[in-house]
C-alpha cells in the first residue's frame, strides 16, 4: 500500500527556517506529481505549493519567495525549504501525491512558529 512518510515539522522562531520531506514507498509507479497544503486550527486546508513530474512548480502568494519546492526523484521524496517563517505559517502541513491518477496523503506534521 501507498504511504507517505513526513517529517521536519518543529517549533521554530519568526525568521527562522524548517525543511519538510515527504517520502513516497509503497509503489513503484511514476510519480505525477507531489504537494504541500496545510491546515490552521478553524480554517480550509490551503495549497502551498506543488512540482509536477516536468518540474514546474505553483506557490500560493502567501508563501512565494520564502518557501521552496522539490523533489529528488530517485529518492521518490518532495521537500519543503521554508524560510523568512511568520507566525501565519503555522498549521498542520500535509504533503501529497499523485500515482496512477489516484491522491496519496500524508499524515501531517506540525508547524508552530513563535512571535
Known amino acids: 500500500q501507498v504511504q507517505l512518510v513526513e517529517s521536519g515539522g518543529g517549533l521554530v522562531q519568526a525568521g527562522g527556517s524548517l525543511r519538510l520531506s515527504c517520502a513516497v514507498s509503497?509503489?513503484?509507479?511514476?510519480?505525477?506529481?507531489m504537494g504541500w497544503y496545510r491546515q490552521a486550527p478553524g480554517k480550509q486546508r490551503e495549497l502551498v505549493a506543488t512540482i509536477i513530474n516536468g518540474g514546474s512548480t505553483n506557490y500560493a502568494d502567501s508563501v512565494k519567495g520564502r518557501f521552496t519546492i522539490s523533489r529528488d526523484n530517485a529518492k521518490r521524496t518532495a521537500y519543503l525549504q521554508m524560510n523568512s517563517l511568520k507566525p501565519e505559517d503555522t498549521a498542520i502541513y500535509y504533503c501529497?501525491?499523485?500515482?496512477?491518477?489516484?491522491?496519496?496523503w500524508g499524515q501531517g506534521t506540525q508547524v508552530t512558529v513563535s512571535s
Open positions: 509503497g509503489s513503484s509507479f511514476s510519480i505525477n506529481s
Open positions: 501529497n501525491a499523485i500515482l496512477f491518477a489516484r491522491v496519496y
